[in-house]
């Protein structure tokens, strides 16, 4: 079974509108945790968000949060008000703590439209 | 703060030969993974190290390797080159490999075998 499921490979937003990209997994081990990146047309690959496995609260930081349902396995990022610079290849991955691995998803590719 | 520093940026190469990559963490961070990212086969682990250890490997040939030095900078090393092999790498480095600790990438090197 895949680690981590990203099942849009894409998708489009009005400017300053919010989108949800998915994001499912599957991990045995109790302590994880959930990471969501940015990846630009240039390439560099820009963290966003995190999540731990035992946080009882919803990451948030600035325009992102996280809407993580631990009993569903799945880890949704939200953007708000989205702006053209939003628009990139995002990534999520999860760390196990008990192999030290990071996974990734195939990606969504976001295109936020004027 | 300097964020992770790969060179080279670019690289051309040609079928046979071999290839060093470098990368230097962020300083504190003893944790340094590579990446392989493709079109087709999206972000692919290679290894990982930590204090000067390979702690865990993907699922690439040998002549993919690479190692780390006392003071956490790492190479990768790639042997015979192979027309396949032509991808960004990225090299990520973090400061423990805890399960809380996000990942923070390099700009890549791109590497092109003719």
């Known amino acids: 079974a895949q680690k981590i499921t990203q099942t849009q490979p894409g998708m489009f937003v009005q400017e300053k509108e919010a989108v949800t990209l998915d994001c499912t997994y599957d991990?045995?081990?109790?302590?994880?945790?959930l990471f969501w990146y940015k990846q630009p047309s240039s390439g560099e690959m820009i963290f966003l968000i995190y999540?731990?496995?035992?946080?009882?609260q919803n990451a948030t930081e600035g325009r992102y949060s996280l809407n993580f349902q631990k009993a569903r396995k799945s880890a949704n990022l939200v953007i708000s008000a989205s702006q053209l610079g939003d628009s990139a290849m995002y990534f999520c991955?999860?760390?196990?703590?008990?192999?030290?691995?990071?996974?990734f998803g195939t990606g969504t590719r976001l295109k936020v439209l004027a | 703060k300097a964020g992770v520093t790969q060179t080279p940026r670019y690289l051309i190469k040609t079928r046979g030969q071999q290839v060093t990559l470098s990368c230097s963490p962020i300083?504190?961070?003893?944790?340094v993974s590579w990446y392989q990212q493709t079109p087709g086969q999206g972000l692919q682990f290679l290894f990982e190290?930590?204090?000067?250890?390979?702690?865990n490997k993907g699922n690439f040939p040998g002549r993919f390797s690479g190692r780390q030095f006392s003071n956490s900078r790492s190479e990768m090393n790639v042997s015979t080159l192979e027309l396949g092999d032509s991808a960004l790498y990225l090299c990520?480095?973090?400061?423990?490999?805890?399960?809380?600790?996000?990942?923070?990438f390099g700009d890549g090197t791109r590497l092109s075998i003719l």
């Open positions: 991990t045995s081990d109790p302590s994880y945790g």
């Open positions: 999540q731990g496995s035992y946080d009882q």
């Open positions: 190290y930590f204090s000067e250890t390979q702690r």
């Open positions: 990520a480095s973090s400061l423990e490999a805890g399960a809380n600790q996000p990942q923070h």
């Open positions: 991955a999860i760390h196990e703590r008990g192999t030290y691995k990071y996974i």
């Open positions: 300083s504190g961070h003893r944790s």
